[in-house]
Structures are given as structure tokens and as C-alpha cells.
């Protein structure tokens, strides 16, 4: 059967978390549930504090954790001054100055070809 090869799978060995409080110390490893669910509204209390900051609070708390993510390795890089960082927000940079050049540039030829048609 291959339900016990996966039932003895070594990614299943973990302690078991105790449902109910009990009389005495609880034995070293094993987490108490209420701790747990505790430790986990805090962390989506914080995502959800975060998104309301810098994303959008609406979103999954997949969609917050994969957005807060994505902002921490974004600011990672810009602290570290990373070269290839760097180099990037420098073409994005010269990209948006030839967008804006070349935007100035049609509306410089309509005005242009609407001169022409007024003349004519």
C-alpha cells in the first residue's frame, strides 16, 4: 500500500500540538495549539497591517505575504546597491526619458501637420 510509505514519510514526523492545557510543563518540542493559532493571528494581524500601508488590504493573505515579499527583496537590493540593480533602474530611467522625447516629438508633428492645414 502506498499510504503507509506516505504516512512514514519523513516530512510527517513532527511532534503533535496539544489541543488542551495541561497540569504540569509540557514536554520540550511539543507547541500548544492555543500558541500557534496565538502566534499566527499575529503574523496575519501584521500582513494585513503592512498591506494597508503599501499594497491593498482587500487582497488574500497569499497575495499580501507574495507583495510583502516582493517589496523586502526590492528594498534588499536598493540598500545593498546592488551594480546589476543599479544598472536596470538606470535603463528604466533612460527608457522613460525616450518615451517622454519621443512623445514630445509627435505632438510637435501634429502641430506641425495642423499648421500645414490651416495654410491650405
Known amino acids: 500500500m502506498n499510504s503507509a510509505q506516505v504516512l512514514t514519510h519523513p516530512a510527517?514526523?513532527?511532534?503533535?500540538?496539544l489541543n488542551a492545557r495541561r497540569?504540569?510543563?509540557?514536554?520540550?518540542?511539543v507547541p500548544m495549539l492555543s500558541t500557534v493559532r496565538h502566534s499566527r493571528r499575529d503574523d496575519e494581524a501584521?500582513?494585513?497591517?503592512?498591506?494597508?500601508?503599501h499594497a491593498n488590504a482587500y487582497w488574500t493573505l497569499d497575495q499580501i505575504r507574495?507583495?510583502?515579499q516582493w517589496s523586502d527583496a526590492k528594498d534588499l537590493l536598493e540598500k545593498r546597491n546592488d551594480a546589476i540593480w543599479?544598472?536596470?533602474?538606470?535603463l528604466q530611467e533612460d527608457a522613460a526619458a525616450l518615451l517622454h522625447e519621443a512623445s514630445r516629438l509627435k505632438c510637435l508633428l501634429v502641430e506641425r501637420q495642423?499648421?500645414?492645414l490651416a495654410h491650405e
Open 12 to 17: 510527517f514526523d513532527r511532534p503533535p500540538v
Open 23 to 29: 497540569h504540569g510543563p509540557t514536554p520540550r518540542g
Open 46 to 53: 501584521n500582513l494585513r497591517a503592512w498591506a494597508r500601508e
Open 66 to 68: 507574495r507583495a510583502k
Open 86 to 90: 543599479q544598472e536596470v533602474e538606470q
Open 114 to 116: 495642423l499648421g500645414e
